[in-house]
């Protein structure tokens, strides 16, 4: 037993007065408080008064940028340079979201990067949303099973774009799942897409004439990879992962394209000069040598499609959103949907 003076002690947050350890149970450290306020703080250098541009470097951006434009604020995308990726607002609007998200920005004054104005906050489709149960609790087959579309959702909630539930009001048709036939309709008609792992890209398949996609694993027992990665083609749903300088990519899946269309850009390929940083990949695996030689990992594909369909899509051999654990590869997802709503 400890005596009075080994006693742990705690600090009510409101006034400071001791209390022994376990008296109250929500009793936290002042310091506590003070850490978490200025750990909530956005970074800010260069001129104010004049534009922003706001880092695309999280989904605290994301959101931030969502909240300006569905505030009517205006928010553009930048387009070249060495900010192309990020965003471009008035120091205004910058000081309206500073506080609420934990942002980096450069205020600039003269020689603005050159920008695409962002038309409104996208609406995004996930598919592969199941039906309600016909017995018992309704909303079991969401809770159980689902697993693709709620880690899809909790991804987008927390990038705080807006959800719907009718596939032809969306800017982006979005998904680890299946596309379902909602889905397909509304990107068979040119709603841009962007869909990743085995059950996305198995149904995306169809969208191409056949064996022009073609995604092989890694081999039976095969999971996932953590892996230096370079980008062939930069277009703006990788261009901040490259102004960053981010050349690591995780995905969980273990799996690559062994084809992709004519005209297709290469978005991520795994760099087999560098060895690879994590991964459950069985070395007797089939195509386990393929995988780790310079596999294209993500595609992005503007042009015709199987049945004279116009395209618009971007797709990823393995998962972007597992588990939500994935928060690194976030951004390609918030870059298809900001780059699906240019003016």
Partial sequence: MNTDSEKNILFTAESGEEKQKGALPCQIFPSAIQNKEQARRSSFTGDEGGQVVLKNSSEDAAAAVNTLLRAGKSVSLITEGEYRGSFLCSYEDWNSVAGEYVLSGTGVTSELP???????????????????????????????????YNYDRQALEQMGFTVTENAAEADLILGASALDSAGLAAVQKGTAYIGYGSKAVS??????????????????????ALAYVTYPDETLVNASYIAEGDDIFYGYGAGYFAAVPDGAEILVRL??????????????????????????????????????????????ANTLTNKTHQRDEYAFLSNAAFASVIE
Avoid: C, W
């Fill in 114 to 148: 050159e920008a695409e104005k962002l038309a409104k906050a996208p609406v995004v489709y996930i598919t592969g949303k199941p039906g309600k149960s016909s017995a018992g609790f309704v909303q079991t087959t969401l809770v159980s099973g689902a697993y693709e």
């Fill in 271 to 316: 760099d087999s000069s560098k060895g690879i940083l994590e991964g459950f990949l069985p070395s007797s695996g089939a195509h386990y040598r393929d995988f780790l030689n310079n596999s294209i990992q993500g595609i992005s594909y503007q042009g015709k499609g199987a049945g004279d369909t116009e395209l618009d899509v971007v797709l990823f």
């Fill in 203 to 224: 149904s995306a398949v169809k969208l191409f004439p056949k064996g022009t996609l073609v995604r092989e694993s890694a081999g039976g027992g095969a999971m996932d």
